[in-house]
């Protein structure tokens, strides 16, 4: 077992011995925990490798002894720094794969939940007695249409057909007469009722008759 391995696991005589497995909010609090503590040592190693660039120019070529140690710590603080880079690219893939890790994890379990109660729901849904419920439902829709048109149809109400046409046709000559009056300004008509037609015929005849007898007085008075 390599030396790692025995770092992170431990003997089995240790004395702190192992109270279970983190959950994965404490896992992921602890590697931000880890994330802050590299990134200000990120910020304190950026700051030394500018003072030591800055004592580098200062002895320069005057005392180049304390120019190149300036130099070598620099490089040495930049090896440090890389290495800080790449660990903090490695936990936040690791934070952000555990993260992924745990949505995952409750939405399964909360899909598991919801199948659980529509399955309850549905233990005591008989599937037989669907059909019988709908044709019910329809047979009671049917009888409501029923009583419902009997109640809204009329009841009691009779009218004689031919007073109903007469008022008609006299709506219909009140809307010509209108007409006519806006389209020409004819007279208006005589408000009294127009003489039937047996009247008419018999003024014709009552004329031709006095016509034929001027016509045969005409005549004697010729001979």
């Not at 070529?61 to 603080?77: E, F, G, I, S, V």
């Not at 806006?182 to 008419?200: D, E, T, W």
């Amino acid at each position: 077992m390599s030396k790692i391995s025995n770092l992170f696991k431990g003997g089995s005589g240790s004395k702190h011995k192992s109270k279970g497995s983190p959950s994965a909010q404490e896992a992921i609090h602890k590697l931000r925990e880890t994330e802050e503590m590299l990134t200000k040592k990120q910020d304190y190693l950026e700051k030394r490798i500018e003072q030591e660039i800055a004592i580098a120019k200062k002895h320069g070529t005057k005392n180049k002894r304390a120019a190149l140690q300036a130099l070598k710590r620099k490089k040495r603080l930049e090896q440090q720094l890389t290495q800080i880079d790449g660990t903090l690219s490695t936990i936040e893939f690791q934070r952000e794969a555990l993260e992924n890790s745990h949505t995952n994890t409750e939405v399964l379990k909360n899909m598991g939940y919801a199948a659980k109660a529509m399955k309850k729901i549905h233990e005591n849904t008989d599937l037989g007695k669907i059909d019988d419920l709908m044709a019910d439902i329809t047979e009671q829709q049917d009888v409501a249409q029923e009583i419902s048109d009997a109640i809204s149809r009329p009841s009691g109400e009779t009218f004689d057909e031919d007073e109903l046409l007469a008022e008609l046709e006299e709506l219909e000559q009140e809307d010509l007469d209108e007409s006519m009056m806006s389209m020409g300004g004819l007279p208006s008509v005589p408000s009294s009722k127009l003489p039937s037609s047996r009247s008419n015929e018999r003024a014709t005849t009552r004329r031709k008759v006095e016509e034929e007898d001027d016509m045969r007085m005409l005549a004697s008075w010729g001979t």
